[in-house]
């Protein structure tokens, strides 16, 4: 599928990668505005305003072999139209390696994290539900987690290598959320930051914790 919206630059670049490790440092190069854009996404945007504390850490998990597609900040609020709305961190990462995969799911699992699987290869077995992750006044408004449809995971990831298209349409996606609406719930990053070793009990970070979370189950 063409991406006539790209910078020729970009294009070339995207449709250059070959491998996972390939796709997670373009977009963490997306996420750190030094790429203007990315498959499956408003043309020449960057990451939403909301999210872009958050993007020290996704760039370090895609960086990681975790490619992020998707994200929020734990927010509780009167939104722009006078209603009130609630949001759990969350996030969602496509998973290729079944290390990868164990170490992720048994760290979110040993910090009391939700968690939903969906293997999209054609022999997996793993077909969990999605989580209300925003409500507006009580109402839920979107969720994470939940089959893509062959449909929409081409429109996610357009204009990429035939061979790696194959490799993420067929991956695992994992959401991982926090239970807690609101700021409580920031609390999922200092779990991903322990996974990848970008933190270590840094009193300077302002998600710093002075206990790290329990490490990863063995399997």
């Not at 290869?121 to 408004?141: H, N, S």
Request: glycine share 10%; proline share 8%.
């Amino acid at each position: 599928m063409p991406l006539p919206w790209m910078s020729w630059s970009d294009r070339r670049r995207w449709r250059s990668a070959r491998t996972i490790a390939d796709l997670g440092e373009l977009m963490a190069l997306w996420l750190e505005g030094e790429m203007a854009s990315r498959p499956g996404y408003q043309p020449r945007c960057g990451p939403d305003e909301e999210t872009k504390h958050l993007v020290p850490t996704l760039a370090v998990l895609c960086r990681s072999g975790y490619v992020t597609t998707c994200s929020q900040p734990g927010l509780v609020g009167t939104g722009v139209d006078g209603l009130w709305w609630e949001q759990r961190a969350a996030v969602e990462l496509v998973v290729t390696d079944p290390e990868l995969l164990n170490r992720l799911v048994d760290a979110a699992y040993a910090a009391g994290l939700i968690v939903r699987i969906n293997d999209h290869r054609p022999d997996g077995g793993v077909r969990e539900q999605p989580v209300v992750a925003t409500t507006c006044d009580g109402e839920p408004v979107t969720a994470f987690g939940g089959q893509i449809s062959r449909a929409d995971m081409a429109i996610q990831w357009p204009g990429l290598d035939r061979d790696l298209y194959r490799e993420v349409s067929t991956g695992t996606y994992v959401s991982v959320v926090a239970p807690e609406y609101g700021p409580a719930g920031e609390r999922l990053w200092v779990t991903l930051d322990f996974l990848t070793g970008r933190r270590h009990n840094d009193t300077v970070d302002p998600w710093a914790s002075s206990t790290r979370p329990a490490g990863p189950a063995s399997r």
